[in-house]
């Protein structure tokens, strides 16, 4: 197996040693993804399920609960993107775990809107494009780093134009704006797959023996924002209001 992401570099692990990491790092990745993705179901599910809880988030008068959530969200995804270097891998995967507890809170308010059937759905459809495309960044021997700008210029125009079409209430953009979602969020996760590579490999080179824990809790972030946003898209486009 060829890895080209520094051709010129020696390499000073052995083709074996590369290979068994790359292995250990995408498991792990996987493994905190999942974990992830299990902790915000089970938060949202009992955030629902309470009435109290539902109150204290979205029903007390006022939105800032809710606004200051999301600002602990943002914090936790800048804050474990630019400090993971710094980071040991347990603290690393304690802020990933509480960031996926926070967007369990935020999340809860699909159930209110979407039927149970139709949220099933589309986790369903997400899972399944999610694994092909992760399997498509994983495999290619490409190092996709020129996708980079164009990836988050559309992400930029993505958010520009959603909150311009809050307030011009367009079905025509809503439709073009969830179909160019869903795009961005595949092409992101054969992004991010391949860049957990080029981390691990990088991490070798500079002889970083946390490689394993620190690449799979960043990826999971990474991995685990597209699933959600890409899930998000694709409950717009299949859901009915209730």
Known sequence: MNYNFEP???LPVS???????????????????FLGLMLTAGVATT?????????????????LPFLGL??????LVIG????????????????FFLYAAVNGITLSVIFLAYELGTITLAFAVTAALFGVMSVVGYTTKEDLTRWRGILFMGLIGLIIASVA????????????LTYAGIALFLALTVYDTNRIKAWTY????QGDTLVAGRV???GALRLYLDFVNLFLYILRLLGRRK
Request: net charge neutral; aromatic share 8%.
């Open 165 to 176: 079409n809050y307030f011009l209430a367009s079905t025509t953009l809503d439709w073009i």
């Open 8 to 10: 010129n570099v020696p």
């Open 216 to 218: 799979g809790v960043l």
């Open 15 to 33: 083709e074996a040693k590369l290979a068994e990491t790359f292995t250990a790092a995408m498991q792990r990745v996987y493994l905190w993804m």
């Open 47 to 63: 955030v629902v399920s309470s009435p109290t809880l539902l109150r204290l988030v979205f029903g007390s008068g006022s939105t």
């Open 80 to 95: 474990i993107s630019a400090a993971i270097n710094r980071l040991t891998p347990g603290v690393a995967a304690g802020l």
């Open 202 to 205: 990088q991490a070798l080179v």
């Open 70 to 75: 999301v600002v602990v969200e943002l914090a």
